[in-house]
């Protein structure tokens, strides 16, 4: 069965600096891909940043990067130079090779960015 | 612009009532999701549908009911035998259910019952 765990039920970070949101999962499957999305108030779910298990290199997309450790099952998402509208919920989400390309939650993380 | 439609985007729904919850799509997906929150929580899948004609429940399919009769449509019903159907839904959907590329999401519909 697959498993992801977001350990951070909630963080505070000031405008400007950067953060890491934890991601951690679980799967036997070799094949693998870990998402993340954003979710704003309105509830709505962004797609921000996606990491496959055998990409060689961490993703990047503008100011968000995902630190992808492989032996370790984790996939933490780094968000750089944050603004006041990164605060929202960030949900980490992983799909294995199975059929009907379903995805499997994380509880999610709040963050809240301070000015 | 293409997309994903949910409506409505509020409903209200008394006990023993069932509803039915839309969801379309113009991005010519095959494969069709629906999903439930509930409040500071993850997501948890209801049904999902690979192509039209068929679908395949999820985690939590128990209380609900689905269709598939046209590629860009996938309703839910949420019945009566649904215990406890307060909750926000989102509807997602992927070009197949082999492709590699991310879900799309619609905006959801927020279920109270009353």
């Known amino acids: 069965a697959q498993k992801i765990t977001q350990t951070q039920p909630g963080m505070f970070v000031q405008e400007k600096e950067a953060v890491t949101l934890d991601c951690t999962y679980d799967t036997s499957d070799p094949s693998y891909g870990l998402f993340w999305y954003k979710q704003p108030s309105s509830g709505e779910m962004i797609f921000l940043i996606y990491q496959g298990s055998y990409d060689q290199q961490n993703a990047t997309e503008g100011r968000y990067s995902l630190n992808f450790q492989k032996a370790r099952k984790s996939a933490n998402l780094v968000i750089s130079a944050s603004q006041l509208g990164d605060s929202a919920m960030y949900f980490c989400?992983?799909?294995?090779?199975?059929?009907?390309?379903?995805?499997?939650f994380g509880g999610g993380t709040r963050l809240m960015v301070k000015p | 612009d293409g997309g994903i439609t949910q409506s409505p985007k509020y409903l209200f729904r008394k006990e023993g009532q069932n509803v039915t919850l839309s969801c379309e799509q113009n991005l010519n997906h095959d494969a069709m999701y629906w999903y439930r929150q509930d409040p500071g929580q993850g997501l948890r899948l209801i049904y999902y549908s690979q192509i039209v004609n068929d679908f395949q429940k999820g985690d939590i399919a128990e209380g609900y009911s689905v269709s598939r009769e046209k590629k860009e449509s996938f309703p839910l019903t949420v019945t009566s035998a649904q215990k406890n159907p307060t909750a926000f839904y989102l509807c997602a959907s992927i070009l197949t259910a082999t492709s590699t590329d991310t879900q799309y999401f619609g905006p959801g519909t927020r279920l109270t019952v009353l």
């Open positions: 989400a992983m799909r294995t090779n199975n059929a009907g390309n379903m995805l499997t």
